[in-house]
């Protein structure tokens, strides 16, 4: 429950860039694509163990009780979920209310 939580709390501000950044018409294919991408992230969050230990990396359980498959899988996924941080915060762009409201026909938050 807390990860499941704590996934809902990192992920609203893409899910409101979404709905932000789309025409009213291109919004259900927008939150289409981004389930699909979350999706597939899940997917290969979950078989990336897997896929570390047959290519070599350590499945055995050390003195931490963690294994190096298990540890830098974890890595992988902070790392990548860092970056898309990262690149969304630093090349999406805001619109001032004004320049909104011309696209969206409405103030910001407001629906129609």
């Known amino acids: 429950m ?3 939580a704590s996934f809902n709390i990192a992920m609203e501000p893409f899910r409101a860039l979404v709905a932000d950044n789309l025409p009213d018409r291109q919004r259900t294919l927008g939150f289409s694509v981004q389930t699909f991408l979350i999706g597939m992230g899940a997917v290969v969050a ?3 163990p897997a896929w570390m230990a047959r290519f070599g990396v350590s499945q ?3 003195a931490n009780g963690v294994a190096d498959n298990i540890k830098y899988s974890f890595y992988i996924g902070a790392a990548v979920f860092i970056i898309a941080i990262l690149v ?3 090349f999406s762009k805001e619109y001032p209310p ?3 409201a011309r696209y969206h026909g409405g103030a910001p938050g407001c629906r129609r």
Do not use: G, I, N, R
């Open 2 to 4: 807390v990860m499941d």
């Open 46 to 48: 979950s078989y990336l």
């Open 60 to 62: 055995v359980t050390v």
């Open 88 to 90: 969304t915060v630093f």
């Open 98 to 100: 004004e320049e909104y």
